[in-house]
């Protein structure tokens, strides 16, 4: 069930569109990742989705408030990483997450403070200002203030820009854990690897939504599937022989190795194999060629910039 969904959203700033006609829906429990250059729209999209601003066109749903209309009912039930949390430095971890728990009628600070305090790990130091924490350190905060009043979707806009690779893998950890709890997740990054470590669909953007699917349906929208089969050493003979098999679509060589179109990869991969090893070649593996997250992505930005050329 979507507890998300957007119907034509659109955010125009005089006369340039940040966010034009975006339509999706994103189920209860999953993690979405929002990709797109700097500029392309994500933050102004999760602020629409958080009712921080009003669409100048189209709506959209979540928890079933409209966000340009339900305000006060969708800030109870949703939370909001920005890349500028706006701790209060000069106060403790503690009560800085006690004020910000206060705002909601439904929440006890106290009990509430410690849980998120202990679950980002930062129990220990609870007392301190947070004008002394590490820039890893306030990001977990910052993530425990945005849970600690429960809410039901999560939008994080860049949860680990900026953070040396440590304090980004303990970010990313989190990430998991609230994921595993079932958590609702709108994740806007640049990282493409950490896109594709931490959601079960991504979504590219570029002021329009341009592709909306799992990282696999859009490798395989974008790229056939290629079967490499690594040889001891090259053999003409051998591909001569693989040529003229009927389920071998294409076949190059790279060095040692074969690079293969099948009709149907799986099925036909072990057949393969066997007239390899008769025509004498010596195989050392076969594997599937595979395309990273990047690959897509620049593809979809760069054909979206060469419609607007």
Same mark, same amino acid.
């Given at each position: 069930?979507?507890?998300?969904? =957007? ?21 209860? /429990? ?18 629409? &989705? ?20 339900? #305000?006060?009912? &969708? ?15 000069? &106060? ?14 439904? =929440? ?37 203030? =945005? ?21 980004? /893998? ?13 958590? =609702? ?55 001569? #022989? ?5 389920? #071998? ?46 690959? #897509?992505? &620049? ?11």
């Amino acid at each position: 069930m979507a507890i998300i969904e =957007t119907f034509g959203l659109s955010r125009y700033f005089g006369k340039t569109a940040a966010v034009e006609d975006v339509t999706l829906a994103v189920e209860t /429990g999953e993690v979405l990742g929002f990709l797109g250059p700097n500029g392309a729209g994500k933050t102004t999209t999760i602020r629409m &989705l958080a009712g921080m601003i009003a669409p100048t066109k189209g709506y959209a749903i979540v928890a079933g408030h409209r966000t340009d209309r339900d #305000v006060e009912q &969708l800030h109870e039930i949703v939370g909001m990483l920005t890349q500028a949390p706006g701790l209060y430095d000069r &106060l403790s971890a503690r009560r800085n997450l006690e004020y910000f728990a206060g705002f909601y009628t439904s =929440t006890d600070s106290r009990s509430q403070a410690e849980k998120y305090l202990r679950l980002m790990g930062l129990w220990e130091r609870r007392e301190e200002k947070v004008g002394t924490f590490s820039k890893g350190m306030k990001q977990r905060l910052a993530l425990a203030r =945005t849970l600690v009043h429960e809410p039901k979707v999560l939008f994080l806009d860049e949860p680990t820009a900026g953070l040396d690779p440590e304090a980004a /893998g303990e970010v990313r950890q989190l990430i998991r854990t609230l994921r595993e709890e079932g958590r =609702t997740i709108f994740l806007s990054t640049h990282n493409l690897n950490e896109a594709e470590m931490l959601c079960n669909r991504v979504g590219v953007i570029h002021t329009r939504l341009l592709a909306l699917d799992t990282p696999e349906q859009l490798r395989r929208r974008f790229f056939r599937r290629q079967v490499i089969v690594q040889l001891e050493a090259s053999d003409a003979r051998v591909k001569e #022989v693989v040529e003229k098999l009927p389920f #071998v679509q294409e076949v190059h060589e790279e060095g040692s190795q074969l690079v293969l179109e099948l009709v149907e990869s799986e099925r036909n991969r072990p057949e393969l194999v066997k007239a390899i090893v008769e025509a004498g070649g010596r195989v050392v593996g076969v594997s599937e060629k595979q395309y990273p997250l990047e690959d #897509v992505y &620049l593809r979809l930005i760069r054909e979206e910039k060469g419609h607007e050329s």
